[in-house]
């Protein structure tokens, strides 16, 4: 594995790249050009200039997360093959300038979904929190206005906000099966690019792992992920596992999930959630055993799948004061990241 950060680029976020590179075994980050709308395309010149950026502080760009995916596509209006087709452009670009990963999603509307960006735990940390029953009493409004932050989530920017009415009539008629249609669509209509570059495409779970605001949801367990691989049967069709969105769902095994997907797998997210309730949850340290998972069991069975593709811890507690967007402050990440490097040289010594 090569373990990685994520980085939003200089411009968007507060963690500079030389931090980064001093944070041992980090051999790269997985970045995007965060500026760019859904939907436009990427300019090469634009993906030179951040792989050269990366690369003159000795990181490698080992991963493009995101690049979204607009909602004509999800939702099969009139324009998604317009929206395909810049997709497919910027794919060849990046897949010229040797980028070769490339993580998205399809969730409706907006990416993942916290009730609180600042719930303190006991020791003073701060951590980003789920909770349904405040999700079942708010509209996407209230709660994104209820969302008090300096920084936002990614996928609830103010511009998405504006016309959010618009974005939910799109999905009217979008049944759980219209949007399984509508992704394998996408897929089977890049996977060419991909094949022509290898690149590696790498779907990220939908999180929390169940419909909210009554979207349609997907890729929330093994059975989804298995029918998408089996209906786009390609390589380059794969997924990005994320424990901490799978995890959502306590039914989920992760271990065993991982077991289930072998050479599917691109890109991993590893990160470890406390449970107050089923449908209560909070983003806890990395650590075992001040969550809910077993992150050696995790980091065992991408092991044992041979996996060789990035890793990036993911959300980070606020911890020492810093003040980052929700979930991408150094401290924790560098702490989740040698945590992990750890289980790993562990893991290979056996
Ligand atoms: C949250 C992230 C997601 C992820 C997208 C991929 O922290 O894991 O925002 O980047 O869903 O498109």
Redesign the pocket.
Known sequence: MKMAL?WFGSEFDTVPLWKIKQIPGVQGVISTLYDIPAGEIWEKSRILSLIDEIKSEGLLLLGI?????HDAIKAATPLRDKYIENYITTLENLGEAGVNLV???F?PVF??TRTELARKRPDGSTVLAYNQGAVDKLTPEDMFSSLDSDFL???WEPERMENIKELFSLYREVTVEKLFDNLVYFLKAIMPVCDRYNIKMA???D?PAWEVFGLPRIITNLDGIKRLMNAVDNVHNGV?F?S??YGTNRENNLPEMIKALPGRIHFA?VRNLRFNSPGDFEEASHLSSDGTFDMYAIMKALYDIGFEGPIRP??GRMIWGEASMP??GLYDRALGASYLNGLWEAINKQ
């Not at 997360?65 to 995916?69: F, I, L, T």
């Open positions: 994520r997360e995101s690049v979204n995916v993580c998205y999603n969730m990416d993942w989530l990614p996928g779907i990220h779970p999180d990005t994320c901490g969105s997210h993911d959300h979930g991408y």
